[in-house]
């Protein structure tokens, strides 16, 4: 009998899919842990008998929230067709007035969907492959992750954690959405730690081998994706494989297992674990154990995957002296400040891979500059507590005395003006994004986005919630 370490399993698994089949049985000989174990369970999904991507996928409700306009042309695209969009609050609207009449519409719109027999229901996986309009194709896998394995507050060690500081004010009013809903539509996406491709990959090898269950243009000139079933026992031993792998290379010296980071979707996912917090205290030991409402459906994608793009956001600093809080920051994170000519010399030398430690640059009317260190947790991560600790002694209006700025272009704009200082932080490095959330605990608000908006996730499949 040949014995197999988890890492040799977790290659033979994706690389050579007929003789992991063939032994599939050596699964149970080494008692690998189970997919419930680490969280995750294997979902019953839902989507149209006759799916038609272009009206039936709608993006994240948390996208264009100041623009009603993309709002109006998505429902004009979707027309009297079923559509996610009618089964979903975009947050433009979460204001407004008529909030308790539109989740009403909302909940009756998927009872009706239900009732009208219009979905086809798959025991399984779905593995998709997203091309978006810039041409970066990602790959994902549509699984079902246990609340009970999830916590968003500060300093914990679940296996599924929050990346970024949760509002708690924010979480009551997407309750209202969630409680009572019979289906549950997800644009929550987790980041896995993944450096040897295993998960993602593994669940592409048996998706492949099957019809594609959608194939389609998405709304709004919003790229091209499609998806494939993962059923089976066969399948679900090799994502087995991987995930045991993956668990044992993020085990911290204390034991503490990391799988899964929230990318997208965090207050969302948060919602879901309040609701079910609420829900089971109503519930048998024994329903709580089956109840669906203990499950949210979420994207998993691999942090290394190359079509998955990570951009810092910027930080502009509003009234307040500049040499001063340069050499605030300078004084509490050590480190040289270099000079530049111009703001192109600048973002270059920030921007530069294998620097050693994060560089941090400065621009205003009157200066261009770069703070090097030798911090080699994420950047911001160091930053912000000390931004927040000047202006909570400096700034008479801290809410307006900072803004969140995407693209360097914006920012250097934005410094140049009159009583301005634009902060530009250096790329996120993935590969220790999940170190520094360990031993940091979550990022500041506003600390990194996944690509443009249009990339974000689109709802398609659906799952049954409440009856």
């Not at 149970?28 to 419930?36: A, D, G, H, K, P």
């Not at 079509?307 to 001063?324: A, C, K, M, S, W």
């Not at 621009?363 to 770069?370: E, F, G, L, P, Y």
């Amino acid at each position: 009998m040949k014995l197999f370490s988890i890492n040799e399993l977790g290659n033979l698994c994706f690389q050579n899919r007929s003789y992991v089949e063939k032994h599939t049985s050596l699964r149970y000989i080494f008692l690998m842990n189970t997919l419930e174990e680490f969280g995750l369970q294997i979902p019953s999904v839902l989507l149209p008998k006759n799916i038609d991507v272009k009206t039936w996928s709608v993006i994240a409700c948390d996208q264009y929230t100041q623009d009603k306009d993309y709002w109006e042309r998505a429902a004009k695209a979707v027309g009297d067709k079923p559509s996610t969009l009618n089964l979903i609050f975009p947050e433009v609207y979460l204001n407004e007035k008529d909030g308790d009449t539109r989740i009403k519409k909302i909940q009756e719109t998927m009872r009706k969907y239900l009732a009208e027999d219009i979905f086809k229901q798959y025991d399984g996986a779905v593995y998709i492959e997203r091309t978006t309009e810039y041409g970066r194709t990602r790959k994902g896998l549509v699984i079902a992750i246990d609340l009970e394995k999830y916590e968003w507050k500060p300093g914990s060690k679940a296996l599924v954690r929050a990346t970024e500081a949760t509002v708690p004010e924010r979480i009551p009013p997407r309750m209202k959405i969630r409680k009572g809903a019979a289906l549950e539509l997800p644009h929550i996406m987790l980041l896995v730690n993944d450096a040897e491709n295993l998960l993602i990959d593994s669940a592409g090898i048996y998706a492949k081998t099957q019809d594609y269950l959608y194939d389609g243009d998405m709304m709004l000139n919003s790229g091209h994706i499609t998806g494939g079933i993962v059923k089976g026992d066969k399948a679900k031993a090799a994502l087995e494989t991987a995930i045991t792998a993956i668990a044992k290379a993020n085990t911290d010296k204390d034991g503490n297992v990391f799988l899964f980071a929230v990318g997208d979707g965090n207050h969302s996912l948060a919602t879901a674990k309040a609701v079910w917090d609420e829900y089971k205290t109503s519930l048998s030991e024994q329903e709580r154990a089956t109840s669906p409402v203990r499950f949210a459906l979420v994207e998993i994608v691999n942090i290394y995957d190359e079509g998955l793009t990570f951009e810092p956001i910027h930080r502009v600093i509003f009234n307040q002296n500049e040499d001063e809080l340069i050499g605030f920051i300078k004084d509490n994170l050590g480190g040289t400040i270099k000079n530049f000519d111009t703001a192109a010399d600048l973002e270059r030398f920030v921007g530069e891979k294998n620097a050693g430690g994060a560089r941090y640059g400065f621009i205003s009317k009157n200066k261009i500059c770069a703070l090097e260190t030798e911090i080699t947790d994420l950047a911001i991560a160091a930053l912000q507590p000390v931004l927040d600790n000047y202006l909570d002694k400096n700034s008479k209006d801290k809410k307006n005395d900072i803004d969140y700025i995407h693209g360097t272009e914006d920012v250097e704009k934005l410094g140049k003006k009159d009583n301005a200082l634009a902060i530009l932080l250096p790329p996120i490095a993935k590969d220790s994004f999940f170190a520094t959330i360990n031993t940091r605990g979550t990022l500041p608000r506003k600390s990194f986005s996944m690509g443009e908006a249009s990339e974000k996730r689109f709802y398609m499949e659906a799952r049954r919630l409440f009856d």
